[in-house]
């Protein structure tokens, strides 16, 4: 998962931010409304995590625009304004899901699967794709009934490809996915790319040049 994290409180957005690597997914940390609406624009996200009380642009007007413009970025609403008819408010604006603060951390990683899980029609922790079975959660994964040794880059990958089964994975999402916006060498997803084919088979991943790869659901 790619998510975006709009939050002005230091403390809070840091240890968001720390959580969701420990989970192995990939964050973008903004801290006010207007860098949100620019992060959207310029990023390919899965969820955004959004406070509501946000300098430049308030976070529901953020939430109204990106509904405006059609974005169905599922969005998580994290926040004090723990009234009902705020909640109502948030909830109509268009969030997904309403967290308030202060939560404890399982919960909201709960959230978030669940809220990722709706969003890809996802009915189960596991994602099934021809011979490969993964589990986002407790990063296990098997191919053809083989039980897969996988460092954390190499399940990132996977995972962004099992997401993707039967369709082009984009290099750039597949980096983004992986890395996050950190840089990265212009052969290092080449080189897991083939770590991965070896240790599922030759021919589960195909390389479509200039555009990405795919896993193929029935190789």
């Keep these: 998962m ?53 300098p430049k642009i308030d976070g529901l007007d953020v939430l109204k625009t990106l509904r405006q413009r059609r974005i169905g970025l599922p ?22 899901d309403y967290l308030v603060k202060p939560f404890h951390l399982d919960e909201f990683a709960a959230r978030l699967r669940a809220l990722y899980r709706r969003s890809q029609g996802l009915s189960r922790e596991s994602i099934e794709a021809g011979a490969l079975s993964l589990d986002p959660h407790t990063r ?12 954390r880059t190499e399940f990132l990958l996977l995972r962004a490809l099992a997401e993707r089964a039967g369709r082009v994975a984009l290099r750039e999402t597949l980096e983004r996915a992986v890395y996050g916006d950190d840089g990265v060498e212009s052969n290092a997803l080449e080189v ?17 040049r200039g555009l990405g790869y795919l896993l193929v659901k029935e190789p």
């Design 192 to 208: 897991h790319v083939h770590a991965l084919r070896r240790k599922l088979a030759p021919e589960a991943i195909r390389t479509v």
């Design 75 to 96: 969005v998580l609403v994290v926040t004090a304004r723990d009234a009902t008819p705020q909640r109502v408010e948030g909830l109509d604006a268009g969030a997904d």
């Design 2 to 54: 790619h998510v975006l994290v709009v939050e002005d409180d230091e403390l809070l957005g840091a240890g968001m931010r720390d959580a969701l690597a420990r989970w192995s997914h990939t964050s973008v940390w903004v801290r006010d409304g207007a860098a949100a609406l620019a992060a959207v624009r310029d990023g390919a996200f899965d969820l955004v995590v959004l406070d509501l009380g946000l």
């Design 140 to 151: 296990e994964a098997s191919y053809a009934g083989r039980t897969l040794e996988l460092s």
